[in-house]
C-alpha cells in the first residue's frame, strides 16, 4: 500500500487545525428547554440565557448551564431516580426529641431565581449547579430533616405526627430554620409507667406571635421551593420494638375499652329496659286505679243522682200531701161554710127532727123484723163489728145532713 505523501499529511492537519480554532471562535450557543445560561465573553463581562433556542454568545465564551429546577434526593440506591434528579444522597440520619434515631428518605425540588442579578450572584458564589446542589441545597435540606426532628418525639410521630413533620419540614425550607427554646418536662413512659425527664423544644415567636428564624443562603439568593416530599421515615430497630409493645398495648388497652364499653351499653340496656317494665306497670296501676275512681265517681253520682230524684219525689209527695190536706181543708171549710151560712143547719135539723119524728110514728105502727138480715161484719158477742140499728140509723141521719164523720186531728 502507497503511503501519502508528506504534503497530504500537512494538509489534513492543517485543516483539522481550523476546523478546531474555527469551532473555539464560534460565537453562538444553543440553550435548551428547562435551562438557563451564564455566559462569560472572552473580556469577563457575565450574562445569563434563559429563552431556549440559539443566540449569540460571543467568540471563545464560557458557557455554564444550569438547569431551572434542582431536584435533591435522599434515599436508597435501589430507587431509580437518575433520570429526575440532580444530586443524589443517601438516606439523612435524623435523632427525634426523645433520642431516638432514624433514617428519612426526602425528595426536594429548588427553583432558580428567573434574573440575572439572582442568577449571576449564584454564579460567582458557587461556580456550577453541582457544587450549589452539593455544598447549599442538600446540606440544607438535611438540616431541615434534623431540626423538625427534634420537635418532636419518635412516639408523636408515629402516632399521628407525620403531617404535622412534613408541614415544619416544607415550612423551614421556605422560610428559614426555626430558632428553638428548650424545656424540660417530667413524663410518664406509656409502656413502662414510669417518670421520664424530657427535653421538649419549642419554636421560639416575637413579640407579634411570628416564629424567628435563621435565615440561610437559599433564603438570600431567592431560590424558591418548588415540592417538598417526606418519602419514608424508618425507625431504628429499638424503636421498632418500642413501637411493637406500645402497639400491642395499645391494642388489648383498646380491647378492654371496647368490652368495658360493651358492658355498659349492656347495664344501661338492662337498666332502660327494667325502667320501661317500671313504667309499664306503673301505667298500668294507674290505669286500674284511674277506672276505679271513674267507677267510684260513676257510682258516686248515680247515688248522687238518685238521692236527688229521691229527695225530689219525697219533696213533690210532701207537695202533693199538703196540697191533698189543704183542698180537704178546703172542701170541709165550705161544707162548714155552706152549713152554718144563713142557718142552715139549725133547718136542716129541725126537718130532720121532725122527719125523725114521723119515722118514729111510723115505726111505731111497724110490725116487721126490727135486726137486719145482712151483717156487714164477721164476728159476734161484744167484739162483733156488725152494725146495729143505731149505729145505721146514725151514719145515715150523718150523711143526710152532711156531717163529716171523720176524727180531726
Known amino acids: 500500500m502507497k503511503m501519502p505523501s508528506k504534503k497530504l499529511l500537512i494538509g489534513i ?22 435551562n438557563r445560561q451564564v455566559v462569560q465573553t472572552v473580556t469577563g463581562k457575565l450574562s445569563v440565557r434563559f ?38 444522597n443517601g438516606p439523612c440520619e435524623i435523632r427525634f426529641n426523645d433520642a431516638a434515631r432514624a433514617s428519612a428518605q426526602a425528595t426536594v425540588r429548588w427553583r432558580l431565581p428567573r434574573n440575572n442579578e439572582d442568577m449571576l450572584h ?24 434534623k431540626f423538625t426532628a427534634q420537635l418532636m418525639e419518635s412516639e408523636t410521630h408515629y402516632s399521628g405526627g407525620m403531617s404535622e413533620f412534613s408541614q415544619d419540614f416544607q415550612d423551614q425550607l421556605e422560610h428559614g430554620q426555626y430558632l428553638i427554646d428548650q424545656i424540660v418536662e417530667n413524663k410518664m413512659d406509656s409502656t413502662t409507667r414510669e417518670t421520664e425527664r424530657m427535653y421538649i423544644r419549642v419554636k421560639r415567636k416575637d413579640e407579634n406571635g411570628q416564629y424567628k428564624r ?63 317494665k317500671l313504667v309499664e306497670i306503673e301505667y298500668q296501676e294507674k290505669q286500674i286505679q284511674t277506672q276505679e275512681v271513674v267507677q267510684a265517681e260513676t257510682r258516686l253520682a248515680v247515688a248522687e243522682k238518685k238521692m236527688a230524684e229521691e ?21 170541709a171549710y165550705q161544707k162548714k161554710a155552706v152549713m152554718t151560712a144563713d142557718g ?3 133547718k136542716k135539723l129541725d126537718a130532720y127532727i121532725k122527719v125523725q119524728e114521723n119515722w118514729a110514728q111510723a115505726f111505731q105502727n111497724y110490725n116487721g123484723a126490727l135486726v137486719p138480715q145482712i151483717q156487714t161484719g ?32
Not at 163489728?385 to 163529716?404: C, E, P, V
Open 378 to 409: 164477721g164476728g159476734n158477742g161484744s167484739n162483733s163489728n156488725a152494725l146495729n140499728l143505731m149505729d145505721i140509723m146514725t151514719i145515715k141521719a150523718a150523711k143526710d145532713l152532711g156531717l163529716n164523720m171523720k176524727v180531726q186531728e
Open 311 to 331: 229527695a225530689l219525689a219525697l219533696k213533690t209527695a210532701r207537695l202533693e200531701a199538703q196540697r191533698i190536706k189543704e183542698l180537704a181543708d178546703a172542701e
Open 214 to 276: 435563621s435565615v440561610s443562603d437559599i433564603q438570600q439568593f431567592n431560590i424558591l421551593l418548588a415540592t417538598a416530599t417526606i418519602d419514608d421515615i424508618d425507625y431504628e430497630k429499638q424503636i421498632d420494638a418500642k413501637l411493637a409493645k406500645k402497639i400491642e398495648a395499645s391494642t388489648r388497652e383498646s380491647i378492654s375499652k371496647q368490652n368495658l364499653i360493651t358492658a355498659q351499653q349492656e347495664a344501661s340496656t338492662a337498666e332502660a329496659e327494667g325502667k320501661r
Open 51 to 88: 429563552e431556549p433556542g440559539i443566540y449569540w454568545a460571543g467568540p471563545l465564551s464560557q458557557i455554564h448551564t444550569y438547569p431551572d429546577v434542582i431536584t435533591v434526593v435522599f434515599a436508597e440506591d435501589d430507587i431509580d431516580l437518575k433520570s429526575e434528579i440532580s444530586v443524589r
Open 13 to 34: 492537519g492543517a485543516t483539522i487545525t481550523s476546523i478546531i480554532f474555527l469551532s473555539m471562535l464560534n460565537p453562538f450557543s444553543n440553550n435548551t428547554a428547562g
Open 122 to 145: 449564584i454564579h460567582n458564589e458557587y461556580k456550577s449547579y453541582l457544587k450549589l446542589a452539593e455544598t447549599a441545597l442538600s446540606r440544607y435540606t438535611a438540616e431541615c430533616l
Open 344 to 346: 142552715a143547719l139549725e
